[in-house]
């Protein structure tokens, strides 16, 4: 899961109505268009491209894993599927923006001078982006632009890498961009990653500050699954409860491996179902080598 985490320590996103918000104000179909000349896909699971990705409705087997858990986790985990809002990538994301101040509103949020604002302590809504690298950029830029037009002030920072991992460790953060991964077979790396131990240890994997009973219960389950087919069904109701509570906004990945490089190489037909074909291993083809010295001169 890569996706823009927010820092639930802090009382303004505390609410999930205000985390969903945001959620809708994203306009992924523009940015994809504009700035990444469609290549990306949206990520909507945080077991994105698996299996263990919970789609659709719960299952029966899944039901049994959640139904003991009934009222203390989202009810739209039992109602709903999970699907992110798609927009018709013009740039005018007025559905987003209508969607994300009625969950503001209802949050306790009003917009008054173009501002949005605490209807209870009159303070704007305001708050920082921390970043550790430029590249990342790319996506904040518009995402501050994005806020900006329903009156919320994002300050986009980006700090050195030294410094950038001090403040996640004192979890000294409002939003950033995490990337959390995962294997084939879930087990205790969760309780790092979302587990409420975690959340009172400096420097854990849990910079959110994910701390819910419910959450620790399936977490709990996953691990001590006895067989493959329970570890599916137990990880996809833990993947429905975290994509409802919506702890992160979620970003994007790539279909493909990009690589560039000589066409000279010789690679075996089939690899590893997620292995980047032609990287390793590989080969020099006699026969396409020379043909590409002929291409250039004798330059490689």
């Avoid at 523009?30 to 000349?37: A, E, G, H, R, V």
């Avoid at 990306?40 to 959640?66: C, D, H, M, Q, W």
């Avoid at 709990?220 to 429905?240: F, G, N």
Wanted: aromatic letters at 12%.
């Amino acid at each position: 899961m890569q996706c823009l985490g927010f820092n639930l320590r802090r009382e303004l996103f505390k609410d999930r109505r205000v985390r969903e918000a945001f959620v809708h104000l994203v306009d992924f179909e523009w940015f994809n268009k504009t700035l990444s000349y469609g290549l990306l896909t949206r990520i909507s699971s945080y077991f994105f491209n698996s299996e263990l990705a919970a789609t659709g409705l719960p299952s029966k087997e899944e039901l049994e894993v959640l139904e003991p858990l009934r009222g203390q986790i989202p009810e739209e985990v039992f109602t709903k599927e999970f699907k992110l809002p798609v927009t018709d990538g013009s740039g005018n994301n007025r559905e987003g923006a209508r969607r994300a101040i009625a969950l503001l509103k209802e949050a306790g949020w009003e917009i008054k001078d173009g501002k949005m604002t605490s209807k209870a302590t009159g303070q704007p809504f305001s708050f920082e982006m921390l970043l550790g690298e430029p590249r990342m950029e790319r996506f904040a830029l518009p995402f501050k632009q994005w806020a900006e037009k329903v009156g919320i002030e994002v300050r986009v920072r980006t700090v050195d890498p030294a410094q950038y991992q001090k403040r996640m460790d004192d979890f000294d953060f409002d939003l950033t961009v995490e990337i959390f991964s995962q294997s084939l077979s879930p087990g205790n790396e969760q309780r790092e990653y979302w587990g409420s131990e975690a959340a009172r240890i400096k420097g854990s994997r849990n910079a959110s500050g994910i701390s819910d009973p419910a959450v620790d219960k399936l977490i709990e389950l996953v691990i001590s699954a006895p067989d493959r087919k329970s570890l599916v069904m137990r990880t996809r109701a833990l993947d429905r409860v975290l994509l409802w509570h919506h702890y992160v906004v979620p970003q994007y990945y790539s279909t493909e491996f990009w690589i560039a490089y000589w066409n000279k190489f010789g690679r075996p037909e089939k690899l590893a179902k997620y292995q980047p074909r032609g990287l390793s291993p590989w080969w020099i083809d006699a026969e396409k080598e020379k043909a590409l010295r002929s291409l250039t001169g004798g330059k490689q």
